[in-house]
């Protein structure tokens, strides 16, 4: 199993600047993919950027230019680095991890870090 710890959620005020952090343990050599997620009150959870085991990102569209992650394989660690945020920001930060154990696909999934955005 992978076991996935974030933080480094807070308040901000809009403009200003986060730095996500996800580390992870357990069978960390079997991870592929991480990647980050936020759900705000009363939405659908949602992708926002990930992170391949070859360094290749993908972002959606509405935190490119943004937004940037990355990752630390020596730490084990990914990051989400936001800039310029938005008040439409606001939700709570999910890290995901994507691990193959016996053949089988795997998503495991941190506890949440909740950002705040104020206008």
């Known amino acids: 199993q992978v076991q996935l710890v974030e933080s480094g959620g807070g308040l901000v005020q809009a403009g200003g600047s986060l730095r996500l952090s996800c580390a992870a343990s357990?069978?960390?050599?079997?991870?592929?993919?991480m990647g980050w997620y936020r759900q705000a009150p009363g939405k659908q959870r949602e992708s926002v950027a990930s992170?391949?085991?070859?360094?290749?990102?993908n972002y959606v569209d509405f935190v490119k230019g943004r937004f940037t992650i990355s990752r630390d394989n020596a730490r084990n660690t990914v990051y989400l680095q936001m800039n310029s945020l938005k008040p439409e920001d606001t939700a709570v930060y999910y890290c995901?991890?994507?691990?193959?154990?016996?053949?089988?696909?795997?998503?495991?999934w941190g506890q949440g870090t909740q950002v705040t955005v104020s206008s």
């Open positions: 357990g069978r960390t050599f079997s991870i592929t993919t």
């Open positions: 995901n991890a994507r691990y193959m154990q016996n053949l089988l696909w795997y998503d495991s």
């Open positions: 992170i391949s085991s070859d360094d290749s990102t």
